[in-house]
Structure formats: structure tokens, C-alpha cells
């Protein structure tokens, strides 16, 4: 029972220690994301605006004009 | 060129709306009903069998949460779906088609669900009280709405996933992966020849039953009343607003939050209980833990507020989702609070319980179905919402309802709780159980009197709803932002 006691607080501890960092690594990779250019995550806010058919996508599904293309191409 | 002739096909999401309408009606009629009951108990033989509070009372959790709560999130996720993919369920027949054949099956399940209830036929466990054949049909459903989702989803013009996109998509699986392993059970007549054809046990025993029994139930409150909800939040008050949500960062960081934690918290229904104590200790630490990703989301959706509060005073459908928000905010602090054990050992079973409930269904997810339905409303028939005064009306009577209720409940259970608890100076009791209902008696009436509140309020979106669809006053073109109200 003892044993079973101290396993649970290593793990306790460990996955304390765990979930701490991944949840402070998470909003670091966001904001550091940001500042090297890579994504710029607020832009995505819009989406739920500019939302009408004839707007332009905030970020072109390129599978889907690849796709489209080559349909064109083929007929 | 080619889009300039398509348009969004709100067929499906028109056809759910009105299902929302009609089973919220049912439902809170059927437990204010109830709620009357408990207060005057001689209302439970007016119907026989049929009208009693323990035949009644699964039937209006059933319909409230899988018939008008879900018909709403089927509703807005063809309706959400569909525009911030910016992609029409119509290019593609076979979409379409499902989502259509997901229509007819739920309606026909939720008929059965409601024959069956009524008739007595039932698993007994809370939340899962469907027979095998219906939790069949209930896999072919929801099979349905993934297949139409995904379908959207493959379909999108849009790469990017608006973050109610990854509501909707954590909703079906959250709901696939808890109901099927709640719901294994051995059909008897199959297995034993013993019993009716439809009739089942659960596949687990004891102990393990309870468990599995409150991860279910509990994560179907996460993956039914939370995280859908949030996905209609997130699209519907920043657009009838016309302000992009505060941080589409936080937005994210909430949702891992939530998907994380949520999943581990429901063993705090069953804290003082036979499952083991580092079980219910576990539940209380996530379910404290989970304060932060509902306020996460919450305090977002009021930030994206921001500079913009006049539409707070000028708008009922902003009043209706930024009280949605607080509603949410005050609900994911009771809840955690309550499982503290030390709070759990008065709270549990206590009416304050279902007080908790109410002021988050009520509050939080009946107010954004009703934001997000009367929002599309012009959108679906391209006319003025019939009456912005009604439903200025609505949302001050379902208000008062709700305060009733839940304010009613939380002195009724503490009341309570206080009284089974007081022992004399010889460590007697100090009540029998009949002088706390006694005491009772007048919260139970006010309990009853809020929910009575709360179906006027519904009978009035219903009659806004309708009047709208016929209205006169016919738009050129679907408003952008704020909907446009008639007075």
C-alpha cells in the first residue's frame, strides 16, 4: 500500500511538472509563431466576418482548385 | 463566376431549427410540469402511469438535451458549417443527401425515443435510457452527421478551419467515442432467450457501471451542452456584432484546455462513493482545473465586446449571447466548486444540484439556441425579424425565470443539506426526511414558477420565429452583421 502511495505522488509530480510545461510550451509556439512570421493567427478571427460566398477566402483551399483544375484540364 | 449563381442551402439547417422549437417547447413544458409535481404532488395522478415524475422526468432530460439541444447543433452546424467553410451543402448532391437522410433518421429516432420513454421502456441509466435497437439507430445517426461534416469539410474553398469548426468536429467525436462505450450492453432475448427483444443490461457490473455510467454523463454535459455551444458562440456573436473574436489565440488555448480536462472530471459524481478515493480526488482537481478554459472561452467572447457595449442596450439577440457567456462563467464556477469534497458532502443530491443544471442549460445553452436561430431567421427567409420588442420581452421574462430557478434551488439545497446533516447533542438526527420537504415546499413552488417563466419566453420566440418566416418585410439582401429587426 505504501508503495502504491509513493508512485502516486511521483506521478502526481511528474505529470504536474508534464502538463505545466506543455500547456506554457503551447502559448509560447503561439506567440512565437506570430513574431517569426510563420502564422498570424489573429487574421483567422475574420473568418466568421467575411463569411459570404462571393468573399474571399482568408486562405485559398489549394487541394480544391488543384482539383477543379484538373477536371478542366481532363474535359 | 461560378459562385455568383450559388448560394448557401439552408434546407437542413431550417428543417432542425424547427425541430429545436418544437422539442424545447416539449421538454420544458413537460418539466415544468414536473417541477409542479414535486411541489404539489397530487398533479402525479392525473395521467396515470403516464403523467407520474419518475416516468416523466427522463423524458424531459431526454428531449431538453438530445432533442432540442441536439436538433440546435445540427441546426447551426449546417448553418455555421456551410458559410465559414464558404462552400454550399448544395454542390454536392451526395452531401446533401446525407444530411437530409441524417434529418429523417434523427426525427424518426427522437419519435421513438419519445414513444418508448413514455411507455416505460428504459435502461435506467441516466442519460442512456435507450434500448439497444435505438442506440443502434443512434450509431447510424450520428455516422450520418460525420459523413456530412467531413463531406463540408473535403469540400472547403476555405483551408483553414474556423475554431467553431473544431467545436462541431470535437462534438461528434467526443459524443461517438462516450456513447459507444457507455452504451455496450448484452441484448437478453438474444443472448438468453430471457426478457422482451428490445430489452438490455449493461455490459458492465457495480462499481465499473458507475464509472463508466459518470464519464458518460458527465462528458455528454461537456460534449452536448458545452462544447457546441462555444462553436455557436464563437461564429454567432461576432458576426451579429461585427467584431472579430478578441484573440483567436486564446480561442485555441481554450480549446485544448478543454478537451484535455474535461474528460477526467467525471468521477466528482461520484465522490463519497465505492470507486477509489484517488479517483474522486482526481475528479475534484480537473474539475477545479477546469475553471480556466470555460473562462478562457468566456471571458473572449466578452471581450470581443469590446468598445462595442452600446449594442449590449440597443440589441436583444447581443443581450441573449453576452448573458449566454456570463450564464456559462457563473455555471463553470459552481460546478467546480461543488465538487470540492469538503462542498460535495452538503451538496450531493441536493436540489442545489439541478439548480446548477439549470442555470447552464437554461442560461447558457437555451439562450445561444435561441441567439443563434433568431439570428439565421432573416438570413433563412431573407425578411426582418418579425418583432424586436417581443423579444426584448422574451429575454426579460426568461431571465426572471431562470434567477427564480436557480436562486430558489440553491436555498433549497443548502437548506437541505444543512438539515440531513444536524444531529443532536447525542449525535441523533435531528430531522426525518419528511421536515425537510416541509421546508421545502415554497422554493419547489418558486422552482416551478421559473420554469413556467421560461416557456412563456419559449412560446415567444416560437411566435417570433413563425411570424417572422411569413413577414412582409422583405430584405434585398442577407444582412451582413446586425440582423435586421422590425419594431
Redesign the interface.
Given at each position: 500500500m505504501e508503495a502504491i502511495r509513493e508512485w502516486?505522488a511521483y506521478a502526481y509530480f511528474f505529470f504536474t511538472v508534464f502538463l505545466v510545461v506543455m500547456?506554457y510550451g503551447?502559448?509560447l509556439h503561439?506567440?512565437r509563431a506570430?513574431k517569426k512570421g510563420t502564422r498570424d493567427?489573429?487574421?483567422?478571427?475574420?473568418?466568421?466576418?467575411d463569411?459570404?460566398?462571393?468573399?474571399a477566402?482568408?486562405?485559398?483551399?489549394?487541394t480544391?482548385e488543384n482539383e477543379k483544375n484538373e477536371n478542366k484540364e481532363q474535359s | 463566376m461560378q459562385?455568383?449563381a450559388?448560394?448557401?442551402d439552408y434546407t437542413v439547417a431550417k428543417w432542425f431549427t424547427y425541430l429545436a422549437i418544437i422539442f424545447g417547447i416539449v421538454g420544458m413544458v413537460i418539466g415544468t410540469y414536473i417541477a409542479f409535481e414535486l411541489a404539489f404532488p397530487g398533479l402525479n395522478e392525473l395521467f396515470g402511469q403516464y403523467g407520474t415524475f419518475s416516468r416523466l422526468r427522463p423524458l424531459h432530460t431526454n428531449v431538453v438535451a438530445f432533442g432540442f439541444t441536439l436538433s440546435g447543433i445540427f441546426a447551426t452546424f449546417y448553418y455555421v458549417g456551410q458559410?465559414?467553410l464558404?462552400v454550399?451543402i448544395a454542390e454536392s448532391k451526395f452531401v446533401h443527401g446525407v444530411a437530409k437522410l441524417h434529418f429523417w433518421l434523427y426525427f424518426i429516432l427522437a419519435a421513438c425515443l419519445v414513444v418508448s420513454e413514455l411507455l416505460g421502456i428504459t435502461t435506467s441509466k441516466e442519460y442512456a435510457e435507450m434500448e439497444w435497437p435505438m442506440d443502434v439507430l443512434t450509431v447510424v445517426v450520428w455516422v450520418l452527421w460525420g459523413m456530412a461534416m467531413f463531406g463540408l469539410i473535403g469540400?472547403?474553398?476555405?483551408?483553414?478551419l474556423?475554431?467553431?469548426m473544431w467545436y462541431y468536429i470535437a462534438t461528434f467525436l467526443g459524443v461517438a467515442m462516450l456513447y459507444l462505450f457507455n452504451n455496450m450492453e448484452v441484448p437478453t432475448y438474444l443472448v438468453t432467450g430471457m426478457g422482451k427483444w428490445y430489452h438490455s443490461v449493461s455490459m458492465y457490473a457495480g462499481t465499473n457501471d458507475a464509472l463508466v455510467q459518470w464519464w458518460y454523463g458527465h462528458n455528454a454535459v461537456a460534449f452536448v451542452f458545452t462544447v457546441p455551444i462555444i462553436a455557436m458562440i464563437?461564429?454567432y456573436l461576432?458576426?451579429e456584432s461585427?467584431q472579430?473574436?478578441f484573440?483567436?489565440?486564446l480561442s485555441?488555448?481554450s480549446f485544448?484546455?478543454l478537451m484535455f480536462v474535461y474528460l477526467w472530471a467525471g468521477s466528482h459524481h461520484l465522490i463519497y462513493s465505492t470507486v477509489p478515493d484517488?479517483m474522486q480526488t482526481m475528479g475534484s482537481i480537473f474539475s477545479v482545473v477546469l475553471i480556466l478554459p470555460s473562462w478562457g472561452s468566456a471571458i473572449n467572447m466578452l471581450l470581443t465586446m469590446k468598445g462595442e457595449w452600446n449594442q449590449l442596450k440597443e440589441s436583444p439577440l447581443i443581450k441573449f449571447m453576452v448573458l449566454a457567456s456570463t450564464f456559462y462563467m457563473l455555471s463553470t464556477l459552481e460546478g467546480p466548486i461543488q465538487s470540492i469534497k469538503s462542498v460535495n458532502a452538503l451538496a450531493h443530491f441536493t436540489d442545489w444540484i439541478p439548480g446548477h443544471v439549470h442555470d447552464g442549460t437554461l442560461g447558457w445553452v437555451a439562450f445561444m439556441i435561441i441567439a443563434g436561430t433568431l439570428h439565421m431567421a432573416p438570413r433563412f427567409y431573407k425578411r426582418e425579424i418579425y418583432s424586436k420588442k417581443l423579444m426584448e420581452m422574451q429575454f426579460w421574462i426568461q431571465t426572471t425565470g431562470i434567477v427564480l430557478y436557480f436562486s430558489s434551488m440553491w436555498i433549497a439545497g443548502i437548506t437541505q443539506g444543512m438539515m440531513w446533516r444536524a444531529v443532536d447533542q447525542y449525535g441523533n438526527l435531528a430531522y426525518s426526511f419528511i421536515d425537510t420537504v416541509t421546508v421545502l415546499h415554497p422554493y419547489y413552488t418558486i422552482r416551478g414558477i421559473g420554469g413556467f417563466l421560461f416557456v412563456i419566453g419559449l412560446f415567444m420566440w416560437a411566435y417570433n420565429f413563425f411570424k417572422t418566416m411569413t413577414s412582409d418585410k422583405v430584405l434585398d439582401k442577407?444582412p451582413a452583421?446586425a440582423s435586421p429587426m422590425g419594431a
Open positions: 502516486q500547456l503551447y502559448i503561439l506567440y506570430e493567427y489573429e487574421k483567422y478571427g475574420k473568418l466568421a466576418l463569411d459570404e460566398l462571393t468573399d477566402p482568408v486562405e485559398v483551399n489549394e480544391r | 459562385n455568383a450559388l448560394e448557401y458559410r465559414t464558404k454550399s469540400m472547403r474553398r476555405e483551408k483553414t474556423y475554431i467553431s464563437y461564429y461576432p458576426k461585427g472579430p473574436v484573440s483567436y489565440k485555441l488555448l485544448w484546455g484517488w442577407e452583421f
